[in-house]
Structures are given as structure tokens and as C-alpha cells.
């Protein structure tokens, strides 16, 4: 079936490098994207990487995407208190009409 | 990127009361809608798919007729949730694809919907 998580919880310091991580079990998966959710706010997307790719960086991103163990990763370079929010990672599978599946969102905290 | 608007942001009705939550793609259009609802610290659970032209495809477990659905045009679907009641109250978001590489979907601020 249809299933993406993600851990809960990330603390780091201002500065360090953030990694989170997501797995996912469908292998029709054909998008993986990364979204951001402030408090009260709806999801930013912050990037998006083919499923036929290995690795993506803009700028302070990089979403690494190891397809063979369904691993999925979003790397935030010289993190900051305003990257504190909730990451989604989803997935859209194939012929399901742009249908995102989500994983639970992992809370990032930025501690200064 | 694309733009998705909702309207109202925030809402607090008596229970029995009916809603509309407005979504609008702003700069591109989308035979396609998404609706989303999204419970304090957990993820988001989708709906339904709004299609404009059409009747919506519901989720499972998702009651049609207490959660409507109208796409009436290229630009707009509306959610109305009918006879609310406390155990509604969430954070409804929609989403449209805006096509191009990716299919990314641009999401709503979200609307929160408060029953009294």
C-alpha cells in the first residue's frame, strides 16, 4: 500500500546542517517533493525531485533520493531560526491524477 | 510560482450551520482541485478531487453530502461543509496542480474552521 513517514522530531543548532529524513514504500512513486508549513500557514513548496533522479541542490537545499531503499532526504545548509517550521515530504504515483500522498511532517527546530 | 488563494482565512460558526470555504487559483488555471484537512500537529488528509465539470471524487470515509464540493469554473472550487458540528473543526486546505514539469501543486493558505 501507500505509505510515507517521517520522523517527528528535529532540534539543531543555528548554523549546523539539518537532515531529514523520509521512506516511502511505493515504488510507482514518479514525483517526491518537500513542503514547508509555518504555524497557521498552508505548504510552501520547497523543492521537488524526479524519481529518476539521484540528487537535486538549490542553493541552501539538497534532496538526496536513494530509490533502491525508497530513502529520501532534504539537507538544509547553514540552518536558521526562520527554518523553523514543519517539513512534508509527499509523493505523487503514477496515473493517480497528481494525487499527493503525505508523510506526518517532521517539526524542525532551530535553537540560536 | 502559481498562486492559490482561500477565502475565509478563519471561521467560527454555531453548530448546525453550513460553511464555504473559497479556493481560487490566481494566475493560471485548474480543471483540478484538491481538498485537505489537517488536524493540529498531523498531516494532512485528503478529501477530495474536485473537477471542474464534473462531480467530485470523494475519499474513502469522506461523507459527500456533508462535505460538498462544487468546481464551478476553471478558476474556483468552493467546499461547503453542510450542518457542522464541534467535531469538524479543522484546517481545511486546498491544492492545484499547476502543470509543467513536476505537476507541482501549489497550495491555499488554509482556512480554519472553528464550530461552536
Known amino acids: 500500500g501507500e505509505d510515507v513517514e517521517q520522523s517527528l522530531f528535529l532540534s539543531v543548532r543555528e548554523g549546523d546542517s539539518s537532515v531529514i529524513n523520509c521512506t516511502y514504500t511505493d515504488s510507482s512513486s514518479t514525483y517526491l517533493y518537500w513542503y514547508k508549513q509555518e504555524p497557521g500557514a498552508g505548504l510552501q513548496l520547497l523543492t521537488y525531485i524526479f524519481s529518476n533522479m539521484d540528487m537535486k541542490q538549490d542553493q541552501r537545499l539538497t534532496v538526496l533520493l536513494n530509490k533502491k531503499d525508497k530513502h529520501l532526504s532534504l539537507r538544509i545548509a547553514d540552518t536558521q531560526t526562520g527554518d523553523s517550521a514543519i517539513y512534508f515530504c509527499?509523493?505523487?504515483?503514477?496515473?493517480?491524477?497528481?494525487?499527493?500522498?503525505f508523510g506526518q511532517g517532521t517539526e524542525l527546530s532551530v535553537k540560536p | 510560482g502559481a498562486v492559490v488563494s482561500q477565502h475565509p482565512s478563519r471561521v467560527i460558526c454555531k453548530s448546525g450551520t453550513s460553511v464555504k470555504i473559497e479556493c481560487r487559483s490566481l494566475?493560471?488555471?485548474?480543471?483540478?482541485m484538491f481538498w485537505y484537512r489537517q488536524f493540529p500537529k498531523q498531516s494532512l488528509m485528503l478529501m477530495a478531487t474536485s473537477n471542474e465539470g464534473s462531480k467530485a471524487t470523494y475519499e474513502q470515509g469522506v461523507e459527500k453530502d456533508k462535505f460538498l464540493i462544487n468546481h464551478a469554473s476553471l478558476t474556483l472550487s468552493t467546499l461547503t461543509v453542510t450542518s457542522a458540528h464541534p467535531e469538524d473543526s479543522s484546517f481545511y486546505i486546498c491544492?492545484?496542480?499547476?502543470?509543467?514539469?513536476?505537476?507541482?501543486?501549489?497550495f491555499g493558505p488554509g482556512t480554519r474552521l472553528t464550530v461552536l
Open positions: 494566475d493560471f488555471q485548474a480543471t483540478t
Open positions: 491544492s492545484a496542480p499547476a502543470g509543467g514539469l513536476g505537476d507541482t501543486q501549489y
Open positions: 509527499a509523493e505523487t504515483l503514477y496515473n493517480q491524477g497528481g494525487k499527493l500522498i
